[in-house]
């Protein structure tokens, strides 16, 4: 059997524990249930990536057949991760645009050169709310993590940059550090 976790703890303690307990992946709500069906397609060797399709009648109700699958977009799955292994917890408003935001600026570097009149607009309009909330709701994610987050962890996204003297990133140098390490990931 092949195991997929769905969790609303965003503990990097708990991912480690799952997977070496044999989770093939690990997701934290809210997840979209289409990305899950399609993990759980390609975990048991339902797709066919040179015709992209489903290769046999799996019982999904949802999933037809004849149902076509894009190759597994990751980036947000990267994200997700990175940003629960640096402490952020998933049911803090921030959470959601900091996430949003990283995926912005990995599509398009040069949002980060528009923070204020751009990213932030975005995510706001996304999300029903007003930017100055957008901006304010990272900031409390970022200081949450930076006070109960896994200093190696942020050692390690953030390196030199961190350090006693200098406090939390910024907003933008946050996401900064965090899509430019995941875009050199992949």
């Known amino acids: 059997p092949k195991f997929i976790v769905v969790s609303a703890l965003a503990i990097d303690r708990v991912t480690q524990m799952c997977v070496k307990l044999g989770a093939e992946y690990f997701f934290v709500k809210p997840c979209e249930f289409g990305l899950i069906i399609q993990r759980t397609l390609e975990l048991c ?7 992209n399709q489903i290769t046999t009648d799996v019982g999904f109700s949802q999933v037809r057949p ?6 597994p977009d990751s980036i947000e799955g990267e994200v997700t991760m990175a940003i629960q292994r640096i ?6 408003r921030g959470y959601q645009y900091v996430r949003d935001a990283i995926v912005m600026v990995i599509d398009d570097i040069t949002l980060l050169k528009a923070v204020t009149t751009q ?13 100055t909330r957008v901006e304010r709701a990272m900031r409390h994610a970022i200081e949450v993590a930076w006070i109960r987050g896994d200093m190696e962890t942020i050692q390690e996204f953030f ?27 992949m």
């Open 159 to 185: 390196g030199l940059t961190v350090s006693a003297d200098k406090g939390k990133p910024t907003n933008s140098e946050f996401i900064a550090m965090v899509a430019d390490r995941i875009k050199l990931s």
């Open 45 to 51: 060797g339902h797709i066919d990536y040179r015709t």
């Open 66 to 71: 004849e149902a076509k699958f894009k190759k």
């Open 119 to 131: 990213l932030y607009p975005e995510i706001a309009k996304k999300h029903d709310t007003m930017p």
């Open 87 to 92: 402490g952020i917890p998933p049911h803090i």
